[in-house]
């Protein structure tokens, strides 16, 4: 008869041992914040208006999970919400021809030394906006964006007194990741969420115009 037993770690076995199980620990945190991380946005039907002579759109966005958003944050990353304003002419069995683009950006972090999130423009030294709430950070920010993208009048002769089409693009990527995940990990994507487009039609100097 015979019997066997598992052979127990020597103390280097055992000191490896101790030591992947404190990097579990460390890693939960960040690897809860990849397991609920926001997958959509949500956001309103675009508005177009006129003050002053500038066109702009009224939007609101905002991730279908703020809390996920908000330990992503917490966990190192830093993301970037892009937006691009196309204004096109539009065209019959042709391809629309563009007048204009606009692009613009909002780079969100997490300050672990003052515990703020904060929100800058890019190239901008200091935020222009910090809040510990991230959710009244996103109130006043992304729930609320204007965004200038034309003058009223040359929009009116490049679209020739025709309804232009305006495309707003967007999305959220990643601009940086905490300093244990590899960027050349499988699981590695730039986008936080997918991007998405919304459209709609403008008529220069038109009744919208306000």
């Given at each position: 008869m015979?019997?066997s037993?598992?052979?127990i770690p020597?103390?280097?076995?055992?000191m490896l041992?101790?030591?992947?199980?404190?990097c579990v620990?460390?890693?939960?945190?960040?690897l809860?914040a990849?397991?609920v991380?926001?997958?959509?946005?949500?956001y309103?039907?675009?508005?177009?208006f006129?003050?002053?002579?500038?066109v702009?759109?009224?939007?609101?966005?905002e991730p279908?999970?703020?809390?996920g958003?908000r330990?992503l944050?917490?966990?190192?990353s830093?993301?970037?919400?892009?937006?691009r304003?196309i204004?096109?002419?539009?065209?019959f069995?042709?391809p629309?021809?563009?007048?204009?683009?606009?692009?613009?950006s909002?780079?969100?972090?997490?300050?672990?030394?003052?515990?703020?999130?904060?929100m800058?423009?890019?190239?901008?030294?200091?935020?222009a906006?910090?809040d510990?709430?991230?959710?009244?950070?996103?109130?006043?920010?992304?729930?609320?964006?204007?965004?200038?993208?034309?003058?009223?009048?040359?929009?009116q002769?490049?679209?020739?007194?025709?309804?232009?089409?305006?495309i707003i693009n967007?999305a959220?990527?990643?601009?940086?990741?905490p300093?244990?995940?590899?960027k050349?990990?499988?699981?590695?994507?730039?986008?936080?969420?997918?991007?998405?487009?919304?459209?709609?039609?403008?008529t220069?100097g038109?009744?919208?115009a306000?």
């Amino acid at each position: 008869m015979s019997s066997s037993c598992a052979k127990i770690p020597d103390k280097r076995g055992r000191m490896l041992i101790a030591a992947l199980l404190v990097c579990v620990f460390i890693m939960l945190p960040s690897l809860r914040a990849w397991a609920v991380s926001p997958k959509n946005f949500l956001y309103s039907q675009p508005e177009i208006f006129v003050r002053n002579g500038i066109v702009s759109a009224a939007l609101s966005l905002e991730p279908d999970n703020t809390e996920g958003l908000r330990d992503l944050l917490k966990a190192g990353s830093s993301v970037e919400l892009k937006i691009r304003i196309i204004v096109e002419r539009q065209r019959f069995l042709i391809p629309n021809a563009e007048i204009s683009h606009s692009d613009f950006s909002f780079i969100l972090r997490h300050d672990p030394l003052t515990r703020e999130f904060t929100m800058a423009l890019p190239g901008e030294m200091y935020p222009a906006f910090k809040d510990k709430n991230l959710i009244r950070l996103l109130d006043h920010t992304w729930k609320k964006l204007e965004l200038p993208f034309g003058l009223d009048d040359r929009l009116q002769a490049e679209g020739e007194g025709e309804p232009l089409k305006v495309i707003i693009n967007f999305a959220l990527e990643y601009i940086e990741l905490p300093a244990w995940l590899d960027k050349n990990m499988v699981m590695w994507s730039k986008d936080v969420l997918a991007p998405e487009s919304l459209s709609l039609e403008y008529t220069p100097g038109g009744p919208k115009a306000r």
